[in-house]
């Protein structure tokens, strides 16, 4: 049975969730092994493709083969969203809902070699492992508002239907969430502890307009 998802119709109710591989290219760019594995979710009959995390930034990777849509590499998504919605028409009768998962890893930061490099929002006495973690400014927070655009025009460019501020798990947008003794414009109060994800939402809803569905994932 169809079901409307914001501006979009799924043809059934049947969804993959966002599952990482951590087996991308070094690039970002979709490996042999993640061209496989949705070439078969294709073939699934799903009507929503939820699309694995994808970084918006480097820094931001929790895995050095993590998925990360960049300018360089975003004809190498388009080819393979272009595959997976043939695929689904020939084999099911229709194009499914394909959304990207959009994410900064914070806590869980691993860009490069698996050695971990956490940026947090604020110390945490249970979570802090690490002994290096690296409370971010309010400045480098301010420029992922921008990050998460550019990502969600690429992911527009590309062919996605929709985008996902990742929010959940503990990760950067997460743990901002929960940033009650955080000093600033992002700590504190709920009005502080939410601003970077209603600017962030907002700011990729002005970009994209109604060529995407915009939402964040909160469980």
Request: aromatic share 8%.
């Amino acid at each position: 049975k169809e079901i409307k998802i914001g501006n979009k119709v799924s043809a059934n109710r049947f969804a993959v969730l966002p599952m990482e591989g951590c087996d991308s290219n070094t690039d970002g760019s979709p490996s042999d092994l993640v061209k496989e594995r949705y070439r078969k979710l294709a073939r699934g009959g799903y009507g929503v493709i939820w699309w694995e995390a994808n970084a918006i930034i480097a820094e931001g990777r929790a895995n050095e083969l993590q998925m990360m849509l960049t300018a360089s590499n975003r004809s190498k998504f388009a080819e393979l969203v272009k595959e997976v919605n043939d695929i689904s028409m020939e084999v099911n009768g229709f194009k499914p809902i394909n959304i990207l998962q959009m994410t900064h890893s914070g806590r869980y930061c691993r860009p490069e070699g698996h050695i971990a490099r956490p940026l947090v929002p604020q110390h945490d006495p249970y979570l802090d492992k690490a002994g290096n973690e690296i409370i971010v400014t309010d400045e480098y927070l301010d420029s992922l508002v921008e990050r998460y655009v550019q990502t969600a025009l690429l992911a527009k460019e590309v062919g996605f239907d929709g985008v996902d501020v990742k929010s959940c798990h503990r990760y950067l947008m997460s743990e901002v969430l929960a940033s009650h003794t955080r000093p600033g414009k992002y700590g504190g109060s709920f009005e502080n502890r939410t601003r970077l994800l209603l600017d962030s939402i907002r700011a990729v809803r002005k970009a994209v307009g109604d060529a995407l569905s915009v939402d964040y994932s909160k469980t």
